[in-house]
């Protein structure tokens, strides 16, 4: 069969790297690789692209495949089945270029395609076969809609004859992903999957979200010469490239919002994953302005923590001098940024703002903002920055750098102080944050195992970060490592993970073992939903539904080929996570912690 891909004339930027330039803004933060890309993609002419020779034997299967790969994607997560067949086929077909990732459940896959763009900056795909398994993706779709992860999921539906006939898997998969997908289209023939797949990939990028296709288990195998083109269909085509815009606001609206600015004394900055791409502009303006910056959950790694611009994350997993400087300004910078807890932001009335994002919606959605500018951040910022005036004063700053490091002789007592006979979650995030390698990517599940990974995880220049941040899902963690680790080999791909959110989606760790990844999991092991247990308190409920039995993950771990390790007290955490981090391979530490300590908001956090 020949090869398409191989007819198209190379880019002066390789498109794969292309590619994965245009969804960095997706991911939650960006690599010094990216940053370069970037670089280059801003002064570097990228050559046109002619339309690839068709070719008459090539299936739809086949044409999907092509120009996934011509759009920069490098792995396929699914699982196979029988009403996707022609699709893996020309998969296997290809597997020099393109990598199938078989995983154990529909939903890690999801997860893991938005992985890839939130580690690797790049397309994420996922696949699923008829009925319940295209069902399965959704929880991990979602997730990828909420972050802004630019994915293509890929469907089988039944016999296109057969469909409403109530035939075998025979789910409408068009209706099923209305809500989650911002392009959701049926693949009719090789001829219209020509142009459907480029608008696919083109919309998961150029919207920051799923675009979903679905094609009958029939329409996969049929062949381009066999395809009858409708009386309009002229040999219709469109193109496979696609530039990120670049583009700044008006004049107007650039003087609008200096004018705010300069008027303010005391400016804070919420910063989110939007500034991925922004970071020295990011430091430039924070410094110039004298304004501490907070930084929303997935934003965690823009700024080491360590940093003096920065007061740390904000919101119910954040910081209380984050909480201060939103109290006590008189001015905010929202940029790109949709942290969700509301109450984090200052009181409506009490600062006047601005906000800097890529989509027009998001201007105003949490904070009554006086100018939105909508761009590029990094071009926005760039524009912005010769209309403002220095802050000569730097007490604010001052004020809250004092707080930070209040806050962090808080935190030290904390991990310090042992309260009973089990180990506290916050004493082995210590560890953890102490003995992690220097270019970690971590990936969070979501509970109460969140907010002690992101206060007591202190994050350092080249570490990577990311989890849920707006869907805020059980078992997001160990899926998101494994494709960390696909997307930046030789990187240690560090998940950390609740008991009760490792155990929806713990079969993954033989995913891990099969491919001989370097993925690490730690599992705060309580027996418990910790957090939930703390909010049935919270509104006087007695507890109900929380216990989950004991599971020994270290025994699991063996059990799957991978290494499993165990610590219960303060004498065996220090040894057992050096241990760990250090064996090669896949590898869990099951840290038996106490079930009693719960995640309290940062005004609440005591030793």
Not at 94 to 100: E, H, P, T
Not at 154 to 169: K, N, P, S, V
Not at 365 to 379: F, I, N, S
Not at 418 to 438: E, H, Y
Request: one cysteine or more; a neutral charge; charged letters at 20%.
């Amino acid at each position: 069969m020949a090869d398409r891909a191989n007819a198209e004339p190379p880019l002066t930027v390789d498109r794969r790297d292309f590619v994965k330039l245009a969804g960095v803004a997706a991911a939650a933060v960006g690599t010094p690789a990216t940053a370069a890309l970037a670089q280059v993609a801003q002064t570097e002419r990228v050559t046109s692209q002619p339309a690839p020779p068709l070719v008459a034997d090539e299936t739809t299967a086949d044409i999907l495949v092509d120009t996934l790969i011509t759009w920069g994607a490098t792995h396929v997560f699914g699982i196979v089945g029988d009403g996707i067949n022609p699709i893996v086929e020309a998969l296997r077909k290809r597997q020099d270029r393109i990598a199938f990732i078989g995983v154990r459940h529909e939903e890690a896959a999801a997860f893991m395609a938005g992985g890839m763009a939130k580690h690797g900056g790049r397309l994420g795909v996922c696949l699923a076969t008829t009925g319940p398994g295209a069902v399965h993706l959704m929880n991990g779709l979602y997730d990828a809609a909420y972050d802004n992860a630019p994915v293509v999921a890929i469907t089988g539906t039944t016999f296109h004859d057969l469909e409403g006939m109530r035939f075998m898997q025979s789910v409408d998969t068009v209706k099923l992903m209305q809500d989650v997908a911002l392009f959701n289209e049926r693949v009719t023939g090789p001829a219209n999957a020509v142009m459907l797949v480029n608008r696919a990939c083109r919309a998961a990028l150029a919207g920051r979200g799923v675009a979903h296709l679905t094609i009958a288990k029939d329409v996969q195998r049929q062949v381009l010469s066999a395809d009858k083109p409708s009386p309009e269909n002229h040999g219709g085509r469109t193109s496979s490239s696609w530039s990120p815009p670049m583009g700044t606001p008006p004049a107007d609206q650039l003087r609008a919002a200096a004018e705010v600015i300069n008027a303010g004394k005391r400016i804070a900055i919420l910063a989110g994953q939007g500034c991925a791409n922004a970071v020295p502009q990011l430091r430039r303006l924070a410094g110039s302005l004298g304004a501490p910056v907070a930084k929303a959950y997935l934003a965690k790694a823009l700024l080491p923590d360590d940093d003096p611009l920065t007061t740390g994350g904000i919101g119910h997993l954040g910081t209380a001098p984050s909480q201060w400087a939103m109290q006590a300004c008189d001015t905010v910078l929202i940029l790109g940024s949709t942290m969700p807890w509301i109450d984090y932001y200052p009181k409506p009335g009490q600062a006047r703002g601005v906000q800097i994002d890529i989509k027009p919606d998001h201007i105003g959605l949490k904070y009554p903002v006086e100018v939105g500018l909508t761009g590029d951040m990094g071009a926005t910022l760039d524009a912005l920055m010769p209309l403002l005036r220095a802050e000569p004063d730097r007490g604010f700053l001052a004020e809250a750098q004092t707080r930070m490091r209040d806050w962090r002789s808080l935190l030290d007592r904390v991990e310090t102080t042992q309260k009973g006979p089990r180990l506290r979650p916050q004493t082995a995030m210590r560890a953890l944050s102490d003995f992690a390698p220097a270019n970690a990517l971590f990936s969070m599940d979501c509970g109460a195992n969140t907010h002690f990974a992101a206060r007591h995880i202190q994050i350092r220049d080249d570490q990577s970060w990311t989890g849920s941040g707006t869907l805020v899902t059980m078992a997001s963690a160990l899926p998101l490592a494994i494709a960390g680790a696909f997307a930046h080999p030789g990187r240690p791909s560090i998940a950390v993970a609740g008991d009760g959110g490792l155990a929806m989606l713990m079969a993954e760790l033989s995913t891990a073992v099969l491919h001989g990844l370097y993925v690490k999991v730690m599992v705060l092991n309580n027996d418990a939903l910790a957090q939930v247990k703390g909010e049935q308190r919270e509104i006087g409920a007695q507890e109900y539904g929380c216990k989950l039995g004991h599971i020994d993950f270290a025994a699991y771990a063996r059990a799957v080929g991978a290494k499993g390790f165990s610590a219960g007290s303060v004498a065996d955490l220090r040894p057992a996570v050096q241990t760990w981090l250090s064996t090669p391979g896949a590898a869990l530490l099951d840290v038996q912690v106490d079930a009693e300590e719960e995640s309290q908001r940062p005004d609440k956090v005591t030793a």
